[in-house]
């Protein structure tokens, strides 16, 4: 039978509860999930790249069907590189869903084999995000919640706090 992989790509500056619930949940449909960290964005981040990827690696290292990656470029020209051909996102609120639909448009534009499948972010992380994380551990806030005890530890290094 054939492998059902899901790529999901985003720039996971860091890694949240929200997205590891989004991968928990894509686990359930899919056979595998890639998550893939994209190196272009526009945003400018706190993590490198590469710690990026270090820390979704380590909270994944035993569940064999995550495989974690880095692209750069397009996202669609990562998946034709790559072969596949379906794209996991997650959706928290409205605002989400415009921006999501113009990029999953545009994803298909410019790779008609593509398709997008999104999740209902559960309630409870319907409204964290990166940003919001990043600005509570600047300022010493807890953030134990909302991400894994790694990425609380090396927000503190970060930020000097340790
Ligand atoms: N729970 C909680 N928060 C979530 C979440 C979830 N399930 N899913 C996303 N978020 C948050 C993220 O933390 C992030 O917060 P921030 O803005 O404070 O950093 C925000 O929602 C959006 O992040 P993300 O999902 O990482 O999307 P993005 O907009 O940063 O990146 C890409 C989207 C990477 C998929 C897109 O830009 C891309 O494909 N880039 C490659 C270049 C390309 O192909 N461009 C053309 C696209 S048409």
Redesign the pocket.
């Given at each position: 039978m054939e492998t059902k992989t899901a790529v999901y790509?985003?720039?996971?500056?860091p890694?949240?509860?929200?997205?590891i619930?989004?991968i928990s949940r894509g686990l359930e449909i899919f056979d595998r999930v890639v998550v893939?960290?994209?190196t272009?964005?526009?945003?400018r981040g706190l993590f490198s790249i590469s710690e990026r990827v270090d820390l979704l690696s380590r909270i994944f290292a035993h569940e064999n069907r995550v495989e974690v990656v880095s692209?750069h470029?397009?996202?669609?020209?990562?998946l034709k590189g790559s072969g596949y051909k379906t794209?996991l996102?997650?959706?928290?609120a409205i605002s989400?869903f415009e921006?999501e639909f113009?990029?999953?448009n545009?994803?298909v534009h410019?790779y008609p084999e593509v398709d997008s499948v999104f999740?209902m972010?559960?309630q409870k992380?319907?409204y964290?995000?990166?940003?919001?994380?990043?600005e509570v551990a600047h300022y010493g806030g807890d953030v134990s919640a909302f991400v894994p005890e790694n990425v609380v530890h090396a927000l503190k290094e970060k930020f000097n706090q340790e």
């Amino acid at each position: 039978m054939e492998t059902k992989t899901a790529v999901y790509p985003g720039s996971f500056d860091p890694v949240t509860h929200g997205h590891i619930d989004i991968i928990s949940r894509g686990l359930e449909i899919f056979d595998r999930v890639v998550v893939a960290v994209a190196t272009n964005s526009e945003k400018r981040g706190l993590f490198s790249i590469s710690e990026r990827v270090d820390l979704l690696s380590r909270i994944f290292a035993h569940e064999n069907r995550v495989e974690v990656v880095s692209f750069h470029g397009l996202l669609v020209d990562y998946l034709k590189g790559s072969g596949y051909k379906t794209i996991l996102r997650g959706l928290r609120a409205i605002s989400d869903f415009e921006y999501e639909f113009q990029i999953a448009n545009m994803n298909v534009h410019l790779y008609p084999e593509v398709d997008s499948v999104f999740l209902m972010t559960s309630q409870k992380y319907f409204y964290i995000s990166s940003s919001v994380v990043k600005e509570v551990a600047h300022y010493g806030g807890d953030v134990s919640a909302f991400v894994p005890e790694n990425v609380v530890h090396a927000l503190k290094e970060k930020f000097n706090q340790e």
